[in-house]
């Protein structure tokens, strides 16, 4: 009998190389088949090192420190609060099998990903507000970068998951 085994990653990248530390991995199955994707995966080292110099040159030892360092910093926290505290504060419209809750003031504070409940219901949306009323710069900012042609395919949540919505939140 023939034994099937699963063969290791082929890419020693940041989201797939091991000892190189990442927040999320994100649809891997898209990054394998976009050559710009895959070969940002293959040289992920490359960005972060641009932006390390490019602080560097331009604030000098502190420009390096506050606007890279910090930043980075920063980020990580904004990203580990709300997968630490959008499961437990905000309210859930969306039936989902975890604890995700959406939270206007850490939507505020992190440009919009403060919409976790809506984000793990529907997670291939670049839309965390779904509704107008839902803060999300992030969005605006992909959203301008789309008119002018610089991104595309920009999915957003379907109409039935809006209408989805809309009764869970009448009625909850």
Known sequence: MESVT???PQSASGITHPEVPTIAVPHLERVSAAEDLRWLDDHYYLATVALAVTCFLLGGWSGLVWGYF???????HS???????CHVFGGR??????TSRNNLWLALLTLGEGWHNNHHYFCSSAKNGFYWWEVDPTYY????LEKLGIVWDVRRPPRHVLEAGRSVHASG
């Not at 930043?71 to 990580?76: C, G, H, K, R, Y």
């Not at 419209?93 to 975890?98: E, L, N």
């Open 79 to 85: 990203t580990f609060t709300i997968n630490s505290l």
């Open 6 to 8: 699963t063969p290791p």
């Open 141 to 144: 900012a992909i959203w301008v």
């Open 93 to 98: 419209r969306y039936p989902t099998t975890d």
């Open 70 to 76: 910090v930043s980075t910093v920063l980020l990580w």
